[in-house]
């Protein structure tokens, strides 16, 4: 069976995909800062206590994994920022926020990116895919959440270079939106639950061919402004 690896395993939308995948019969490499609540998920889950930021940490475990081809590369892990906070708006922005979020969800990623690249390209699906936002599209921009916005920016960046230099190996590399969904960064007034957004982007990745690689999706498989 096929093997997905997938970073923020342990809770929200990571711990879904983790459920959904190891319920179909999938090796999942369920990667979290606090694993212990993959425990109870059943099926072929490997549980991997890592701290995405912590690229010491991202590289052993690639080298420990390195017979391990992985089908499906999922970089779930990311931050919001904590509700209510104004330290993203203009007039009270500050800095150390800005790099915590640019740490969390440009920087990681794309050194779990480049760790993991060797065991996606030895797999038979070859996908690496990113959770992004449609609030890191600068032609669909209503201002505001300056440091999430241009985290997600950089992300998709980041992932359009991948698609490109990754193309002759044969990968297949994706941002995915999950939509504004009902997660703790999320919050209870999104309009998508959990149970309606992970299922349609395991469909949209599932659906993933080679002519898919660049592009910039919704969990429903709409096409995203750049």
Same mark, same amino acid.
């Given at each position: 069976?096929?093997?997905?690896?997938?970073?923020?395993?342990?809770?929200?939308?990571?711990? /879904?995909?983790?459920?959904?995948? !190891?319920?179909? =019969?999938?090796?999942?490499?369920?990667?979290?800062? &606090?694993?212990?609540? @993959?425990?109870?998920?059943?099926?072929?889950?490997?549980?991997?206590?890592?701290?995405?930021?912590?690229?010491?940490?991202?590289?052993?475990?690639?080298?420990?994994?390195?017979?391990?081809?992985? /089908?499906?590369?999922?970089?779930? !892990?990311?931050? =919001?920022?904590?509700?209510?906070?104004?330290?993203? &708006?203009?007039?009270? @922005?500050?800095?150390?926020?800005?790099?915590?979020?640019?740490?969390?969800?440009?920087?990681?990623?794309?050194?779990m990116a480049e760790a993991f690249a060797p065991h996606v390209v030895r797999s038979d699906q070859k996908k690496m895919i990113a959770l992004s936002s449609i609030l890191g599209s600068i032609a669909s921009n209503s201002g505001g959440r300056y440091f999430y916005r241009a985290s997600k920016t950089a992300l998709n960046m980041e992932w359009n270079c991948l698609a490109r230099d990754m193309a002759a190996k044969g990968a297949i590399c994706v941002v995915l939106h999950p939509g504004w969904v009902q997660t703790d960064m999320g919050g209870p007034t999104a309009t998508l639950t959990i149970e309606q957004s992970v299922p349609g982007m395991v469909k949209v990745i599932d659906e993933l061919k080679a002519s898919d690689n660049g592009r910039y999706l919704q969990y429903d498989g709409a096409e995203l402004p750049w």
């Open positions: 069976m096929p093997t997905v690896l997938i970073t923020g395993a342990a809770r929200g939308l990571g711990l /879904d995909f983790t459920k959904r995948y !190891a319920a179909r =019969g999938w090796k999942v490499l369920a990667c979290a800062r &606090d694993p212990r609540p @993959l425990k109870s998920v059943k099926g072929d889950v490997q549980h991997h206590a890592l701290e995405v930021t912590d690229y010491g940490a991202v590289k052993a475990l690639a080298a420990k994994l390195k017979a391990e081809p992985i /089908d499906v590369l999922l970089c779930n !892990a990311g931050v =919001g920022g904590e509700r209510g906070s104004n330290v993203q &708006d203009l007039g009270t @922005l500050e800095p150390d926020a800005w790099r915590h979020m640019f740490e969390v969800n440009a920087l990681a990623p794309l050194m």
